[in-house]
């Protein structure tokens, strides 16, 4: 369809793209015909999508299987962008095995077969935690342009007005895939922070990548949110803030966490799916 502006209560707007009643960032170089490709792009064997919604510790989770399957932790690497914003060209063919596709996609729009064919993670996070980190997102994103107030944006963020729309919407459709799937891996962002150990060994049998507990350790410790930042956030200062559970406390008030709560429990109340909200 092509770029669209949101505009909260008072007037503030961010602009999207939508294509088939789904909000993407608004790149100047993402086209109708470019997201249509992606559902016939020719897929390897050993390709892993990484299937998060937006602040969900996408990047964290990229740095975790990039060093597993490489076998490699002597640097940081993030990708230049998600699945949706690479050019076909530089998918089929800069991209070496084995590729890691960090998206944002809704199952209808992943690559025909992915979830039959390749290895599959999902990660989620507490929206609370992701409401307030969209905020922040948004407003030193330039292609979004959002200077509103927190206040104004929390209704949107409930709405779904906002990149890759409703959080719950995205969780419950991949979650309802998952649980029926073998080559679907499902981890949270409160459980990596618990116990990033733990989660990082259920990767690692996932992918059957046979790596040590040394290795393991490693990773973990090169993985951690300090020894990410200390690399990483000069370059990416907008892809990293606190890294936190429960920063969400510091901004909702009393009664937007109530409304927060019922909203919520309106929305899943047909779903086994289990959010924690603190650690």
Known sequence: ??????V???????????WDNVYFPN????KDAHLKALRTMPLREDDVFLCTYPKSGTHWAHEILDMLLTGKTDKHQLPTAPLAGMTMDYIEHELASPRIFNNHLYPKHMPEGATDKVKVVCVS????????????FNKVSPEMGYDGEWSDFLPLFLEGK?????????????????????????????DMQEDCFHQIKRVDQFLDTGRTLDFMETVNKRCSFQSMTKSLQAQHTRFFRKGEVGDWKNWFTVAQNEE???????????????VRFEL
Do not use: C
């Open 162 to 190: 906002g990149i890759y729309n409703s959080w719950w919407e995205y969780t419950l459709q991949w979650w309802n895939a998952e649980k029926k799937n073998p080559n679907i891996l499902w981890l949270t962002y409160e």
């Open 27 to 30: 790149w100047p170089w993402l």
């Open 260 to 274: 927060f709560d019922t909203f919520h429990q309106q929305k899943m109340k047909n779903s086994d799916f289990t």
């Open 8 to 18: 909260d209560a008072k007037g503030a707007g961010l602009t999207v793209y939508e």
């Open 125 to 136: 996070r507490n929206p609370k935690d992701i409401a307030v980190s969209m905020y922040h």
């Open 1 to 6: 369809m092509g770029p669209v502006k949101i």
